[in-house]
């Protein structure tokens, strides 16, 4: 069965700081991978998304992720946070054999210190 | 762009009584809609997949005469959740691919937090 590993749980940055938020899955076959981000009180929205090609991949508010298949990997970036990127982040995928489905990791709350 | 709306956005009711949760696609049609729940500071849980004019897919473990769904048109979908106990106090999200595309993101609904009393 898939599933999706976040390593952190809860990251404290100040601001300026970078960021880097590890994901990996497990899935042998072709998927499909994302980012959601969840800010206090709101929905999920999509970060960004990786379907093929360039293996790095630009999303919203600067940040970036990079998809290194040997290492069953997509990790999530920005160079330099804000108080405003305060949230949950959820790294997310979808077997291209599964319908659509989405298979979530387990968030990382992401606390950024003004 | 693709808006997924839920209703209600937030509901309390008492143990033993019945929810119903709708998922409407606004602006696209939706063959397929996902049903998630979240429970606090814990990921999102895939329920049940939800097929416009054919029974839904329920994921391991999930009661399906628990957690009724129905997907009567191409724009709604509604989670019923029956006899409702305090355990199934939650956050139910709703989502759909724009277009039926299953390589489209998932839109998704703002939740419903259910408080079973």
């Known amino acids: 069965a898939q599933s999706v590993s976040q390593h952190n749980h809860h990251v404290i940055l100040s601001e300026a700081a970078s960021l880097e938020l590890g994901c990996n899955y497990s899935y042998g076959g072709t998927v499909n991978l994302f980012w959601y981000v969840q800010y206090p009180g709101q929905h999920l929205q999509l970060l960004l998304k990786y379907f093929s090609g360039d293996p790095l991949v630009k999303g919203i508010k600067g940040f970036e992720a990079e998809f290194i298949k040997s290492k069953f990997s997509f990790n999530l970036r920005k160079p330099s946070v804000q108080w405003s990127d305060t949230a949950e982040y959820f790294c997310?995928?979808?077997?291209?054999?599964?319908?659509?489905?989405?298979?979530f990791g387990q968030g990382t709350e992401l606390s950024v210190k003004p | 762009g693709a808006v997924v709306s839920q209703h209600p956005s937030w509901v309390i009711c008492k143990s033993g009584t019945s929810v119903k949760i709708e998922c409407r696609s606004l602006?696209?049609?939706?063959?397929?809609m996902f049903w998630y729940r979240q429970f606090p500071k814990q990921s999102l849980m895939l329920m049940a997949t939800?097929?416009?004019?054919?029974?839904?897919?329920?994921e391991q473990g999930v009661e399906k005469d628990k957690f009724l769904i129905n997907h009567a048109s191409l724009t709604l979908s509604t989670l019923t959740v029956t006899s409702a106990h305090p355990e199934d106090s939650s956050f139910y999200i709703c989502s759909a691919p724009p277009g039926g595309s299953y390589n489209s993101p998932l839109h998704f609904g703002n939740g419903t937090r259910l408080t079973v009393t």
């Open positions: 602006d696209f049609q939706a063959t397929t």
């Open positions: 939800s097929n416009e004019g054919s029974k839904a897919t329920y």
């Open positions: 997310a995928v979808n077997a291209n054999n599964q319908g659509g489905k989405l298979i």
